[in-house]
């Protein structure tokens, strides 16, 4: 992986983490669009081996995300998450959301606060860009309770996606995964959350 991709990072300058004295890693913020073949690869390396599961032959599970960090050390990848910026609505009124995808860091970086990190530069981006709530799934809470997120319980209704086909519409409680941040001054409200597309 070449340092220079990093140069092609949208408008956000890439941001230096210093984790020690001796570990600086370095963050990308990048369209889908631009991220190379190898690259690519590289993220599906990542995946698997964070994910039981993860498909073998790409870097998204279901569909493409808009945009992605990506954690550099030593021109290995050892982090990643995808953003999925998107309109839903909350009760029938439209909010503005970044939803969080498949967040993982390499096993040998772990607990080291990269995803932590993660999380905060989302939160600020998400700041920046008037973005109402943050969004993700997730069966294990801990590190996003930690950053801020809480549970909610709305009936979710979605695009099902399998293999590249829509295969009908969801609805159901999400309670057991569903998480959000709040960033604007907009109040998450009970009633159904439809996703206005796949579940991410
Ligand atoms: C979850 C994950 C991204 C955390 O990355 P990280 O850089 O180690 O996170 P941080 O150092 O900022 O915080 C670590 C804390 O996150 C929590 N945590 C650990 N694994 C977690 C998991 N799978 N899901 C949620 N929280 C987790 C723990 O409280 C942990 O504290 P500890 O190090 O004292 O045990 C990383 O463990 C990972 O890639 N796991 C595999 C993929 C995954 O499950 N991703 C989450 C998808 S929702």
Redesign the pocket.
Same mark, same amino acid.
């Given at each position: 992986m070449a340092i220079s991709n990093i140069n092609v990072a949208i408008q956000f300058s890439p941001s230096i983490l210093k984790l020690s004295e001796f570990l600086l890693m370095l963050i990308e913020i990048i369209p889908e669009y631009e991220i190379s073949d190898d690259t690519h690869k590289l993220i599906n390396q990542l995946l698997v081996e964070?994910?039981p599961d993860y498909p073998l032959d790409r870097s998204y599970y279901k569909l493409l995300p808009q945009f992605r960090y990506l954690v550099w050390a030593d021109n290995n990848l050892v982090a990643q998450v995808g953003i999925e910026h998107r309109v839903i609505t909350n009760n029938g009124h439209p909010v503005r959301i970044f939803g969080v995808i498949d967040?993982?860091?390499a096993l040998s970086y $772990?607990?080291?606060?990269?995803?932590?990190k993660l999380l905060q530069q989302i939160a600020e981006l998400g700041n920046m860009g008037k973005i109402d709530f943050l969004v993700?799934f997730?069966d294990?809470s $801990?590190?996003y309770v930690?950053n801020g997120y809480h549970k909610v319980t709305n009936i979710c209704r979605w695009m099902k996606v399998d293999e590249h086909q829509i295969i009908g519409i969801g609805e159901e409680s999400m309670a057991d995964c569903m998480m959000v941040k709040k960033l604007g001054e907009k109040k998450w409200q009970d009633g159904i959350v439809d996703l206005l597309g796949y579940l991410f």
């Amino acid at each position: 992986m070449a340092i220079s991709n990093i140069n092609v990072a949208i408008q956000f300058s890439p941001s230096i983490l210093k984790l020690s004295e001796f570990l600086l890693m370095l963050i990308e913020i990048i369209p889908e669009y631009e991220i190379s073949d190898d690259t690519h690869k590289l993220i599906n390396q990542l995946l698997v081996e964070s994910f039981p599961d993860y498909p073998l032959d790409r870097s998204y599970y279901k569909l493409l995300p808009q945009f992605r960090y990506l954690v550099w050390a030593d021109n290995n990848l050892v982090a990643q998450v995808g953003i999925e910026h998107r309109v839903i609505t909350n009760n029938g009124h439209p909010v503005r959301i970044f939803g969080v995808i498949d967040l993982c860091v390499a096993l040998s970086y $772990r607990s080291q606060k990269i995803a932590t990190k993660l999380l905060q530069q989302i939160a600020e981006l998400g700041n920046m860009g008037k973005i109402d709530f943050l969004v993700l799934f997730a069966d294990d809470s $801990r590190l996003y309770v930690e950053n801020g997120y809480h549970k909610v319980t709305n009936i979710c209704r979605w695009m099902k996606v399998d293999e590249h086909q829509i295969i009908g519409i969801g609805e159901e409680s999400m309670a057991d995964c569903m998480m959000v941040k709040k960033l604007g001054e907009k109040k998450w409200q009970d009633g159904i959350v439809d996703l206005l597309g796949y579940l991410f």
